[in-house]
């Protein structure tokens, strides 16, 4: 029964077996069964995001350390990634559509695993989130796609493009997390013989917690600009430059909250200590999927607690890009945002 | 230039050249550049549905018939199967959420022209419906992944489950002709000497046009239920009598208006006049991908003129399943509903 193929399932089958796993909510008034959803949006405007997974891109099922991901790992990580972009926004998201394609020798378990998942993991992030609806289909690898509804309780969303100069610049969340348990996952270090700092590294790229409160909180603040940090804290906030038609200076004692927790990877994948500092920096820096908040608040602002000032928002400088750049400390005083995910390759 | 790929071009690149070519519409309030977009709903409550076609699954990029599907006929697609889900609940299309995953060879001209086929088909079906934000990302295979938006203005959807006893079932659109299509496209007759009837069953196949007026028409005159024929009129009926809990009986002689069109594949493909005739009813009766619509209505409605008539809703006689069965004319008289799609291949 545990060796029950979704093909040997059917499509009925597989999903009357998968709805009673998904999270349930207040938000869906006519959930799965009809041709589409009915979901309450008593804010009269909706923010929403699309995302897609798709395995050996977004995510590994095998990795040489030894550590196979469950479907319990792609179905949290489905959830935090979406639930992550309307945190972004500084609403908070209620519903999830979710579009599963899979090989017809996939699992039935691995499936009802991913739904569990994707439950446990609004549950953990403390969210009141329903999946209303979805779609199943066949193909040759395994690709999960969500759309995620959110609501802004009748305020105005914080943008990209709303930076300032004079604003500080902080982050909710920890960057490098995520890339640093990629690191481990990939190395020749099994995954058996890793200790609770590891494992914790680990933890927080197969299973990424996105701070779901601090995206309404700098709203609240008056945040003039956010984004999530999905492809690393540079690239990303050369974005956020770039969308603000501003400069953002990073400072690099200010991330050393960042990269303290990373140490134990380093000191496990590196020997030389120059080594090890360079290492902790790139994940910190250019590492991407921690789902961390990039903010920026006026000068006068209280920022909130759930965030750590790193910099601040510049002019750009005549003949100038409007570029994201990392000061201070030893090596390149000015490390730019060269760095990080692009989906197909170029810069 | 023309040969220029999508890993070459970049994610940003490539994001750029789509954006210009895409719908736009009245429900984007804040469109593609943030985490994501914010869309009007003004009525407070979303009708919404998710559905992904897949290279090889759902649409072929080559076939033996030597016709070539283009990029424009897969975008057209996409939205024609997904505008076809809201207005099978009575509703409104207004906004479409597409991701994309792509093999890194594709080229961008296809993607280009998997743009404008959406637009195209939004344009053609009269539709006011934009595209406000989406995704893209990298794969083995193309996989096309649309979420859209519907707004029923104040009233109630059209559900599966509303039929009664004495209803008139009721179809908008014209079954069989997809696969009909399907069949020709397949076929050894080589594409290039297809006459114009035959070339019109194709263009349903690879360019469908759902009957968008019709699913609110219905709404509007009282339908008990309804859904979209996307996976054969047989099969899809038989969910609707089961949501139901009652039996559609289907006239076969009634679906003469669907199966006269079809003669001209059905004499291409096959050389006996009682092959040809129980081709053209399996094409109509089992065939998916039609995006038409079946309603029932009370006896007493006056059905709307989009609606053709093909049978009754009955109750379910004692010691029987809830099912669709069709009824009259020459050959097996009752048949159920046992053929049509199901994406991992059991019942």
Not at 64 to 84: E, F, I, M, P
Not at 325 to 343: E, I, Q, S
Request: net charge negative; aromatic share 6%; with cysteine.
């Amino acid at each position: 029964m545990h060796e029950l193929t979704v093909a040997a399932a059917g499509e009925s089958g597989l999903l009357a077996r998968i709805f009673p796993l998904l999270p349930q909510g207040r938000s869906t008034i006519l959930g799965p069964g009809d041709d589409a959803a009915l979901v309450a949006v008593p804010d009269g405007r909706a923010v929403i995001s699309i995302d897609t997974q798709t395995q050996d891109q977004d995510f590994r099922l095998a990795w040489n350390s030894g550590y196979a991901s469950t479907g319990r790992d792609v179905g949290w990580k489905c959830a935090a990634q979406n639930l992550s972009d309307i945190n972004a926004m500084g609403a908070v998201p209620h519903t999830l559509f979710i579009s599963l394609t899979l090989p017809p020798d996939t699992l039935v378990a691995w499936v009802e695993d991913f739904a569990r998942g994707v439950r446990d993991a609004v549950h953990a992030f403390g969210a009141d989130v329903a999946v209303a609806g979805g779609d199943l289909g066949r193909g040759r690898e395994i690709s999960v796609t969500a759309t995620v509804l959110g609501d802004l309780g009748g305020r105005n969303p914080v943008l990209r493009s709303g930076a300032q100069p004079g604003d500080v610049v902080a982050v909710a969340g920890s960057p490098g997390r995520a890339a640093a348990g990629f690191a481990l996952l990939e190395s020749d270090v099994p995954h058996g013989s890793l200790g609770p700092a590891e494992l914790a590294l680990v933890g927080s790229q197969c299973r990424p917690v996105p701070p779901l409160a601090a995206g309404p909180a700098a709203l609240d603040a008056g945040a003039n600009a956010m984004m999530d940090l999905s492809d690393g804290l540079l690239k990303d906030a050369a974005r956020l430059a770039r969308a603000s038609g501003c400069t953002l200076e990073l400072d690099r004692d200010r991330l050393a909250s960042f990269t303290r927790p990373l140490r134990a990877a380093a000191d496990l994948l590196r020997k030389d200590e120059g080594g090890r500092e360079q290492l902790v920096l790139e994940w910190a820096a250019a590492g991407g999927e921690d789902f961390a908040l990039l903010s920026t608040f006026p000068g006068s602002t209280a920022v909130p607690d759930s965030f750590t000032v790193i910099g601040s928002v510049v002019p750009t400088a005549p003949g100038q890009d409007h570029d994201a750049v990392l000061r201070g400390g030893p090596g390149p005083t000015a490390w730019n945002a060269t760095r990080g995910w692009d989906h197909f390759g170029a810069a």
